[in-house]
């Protein structure tokens, strides 16, 4: 969990820092569907070069990508040997119980490859948005639903906020096993029962760190006097540039060319 970076915002100049947190969202909404129903290779590569070029333009260095997604390698091999040990179809390797079957590892890779894609246009969007435009864009996008009563300002803070804090969650697990293992905790050693013990010691003040720090914000919001549903302004006026239209456009046809190649 070292070096965990999802969900944090890191400044920048580029083009993709520049661009209207809503072309932001609604390029992202158009990849992603594009990323899961991609099954041609025009398709793929198409997603495949919007999802690079969006990563070279926000001027992050790649190993910041990297660090931040290394993590979910689990997540993504084991998705792989899933679809790879559990696809029917030719068998490739056959030994005792464990098949392998040749579709089994075509539907695994491109289980990694649409997860991949996924985790990597999120990145881009956390690591070039701030919070305060991140939320004003997610408020413009939910407008609709306060006509029925929904309190969209709320959510979309609430969901923000929800994003922002799984940083410091990284964070305060990070400092607990350092903490533990410098009193000779052990996570790693022993059998599989006794490493599951060994992390009661680590979840218990680990979940009350995270209602401290809740409740820590909760006091700074109420210093601030914030108030739910009050009309608030906004430093910032939102507006749409060439870059935007241009940006909204490319996923859109990134989006056509993943249905039509399906």
């Not at 070292?2 to 993709?16: E, K």
């Amino acid at each position: 969990m070292n070096g965990i970076t999802m969900g944090q915002y890191l400044p920048g100049r580029s083009p993709v820092h520049g661009l209207d947190p809503r072309a932001k969202l609604a390029a992202a909404a158009m990849a992603v569907p594009a990323a899961l129903l991609a099954s041609g290779w025009p398709g793929v590569l198409a997603v495949t070069l919007l999802a690079a070029a969006a990563t070279v333009l926000s001027g992050i260095k790649p190993g910041v990508y990297w660090q931040s997604l290394k993590p979910l390698w689990l997540l993504l091999i084991a998705s792989f040997c899933l679809q790879a040990l559990f696809t029917p179809g030719r068998p490739l390797v056959a030994a005792g119980f464990v098949v392998v079957s040749v579709p089994g590892l075509m539907a695994g890779a491109w289980t990694a490859w649409r997860l991949g894609m996924l985790f990597l246009l999120a990145a881009v969007v956390t690591f070039t948005t701030t919070p305060l435009r991140l939320t004003a864009a997610l408020e413009w996008t939910l407008a609709p639903l306060a006509r029925a009563g929904v309190p969209v300002r709320e959510l979309a803070m609430t969901i923000n906020l929800a994003l922002r804090f799984v940083p410091t969650l990284f964070d305060e697990a990070r400092l607990l096993l350092m903490a533990q293992r410098s009193r000779g905790g052990g996570f790693t050693r022993g059998r599989p029962v006794d490493r599951a013990r060994a992390l009661v010691p680590f979840l218990v003040p680990l979940l009350i760190n995270i209602f401290r720090r809740a409740d820590e914000l909760a006091l700074a919001m109420e210093i601030r006097c914030y108030k739910a549903g009050a009309e608030r302004s906004r430093m910032a006026v939102l507006r749409f540039t060439a870059a935007d239209y241009a940006a909204v456009l490319a996923s859109l046809l990134v989006l056509v060319a993943a249905v039509v190649y399906r």
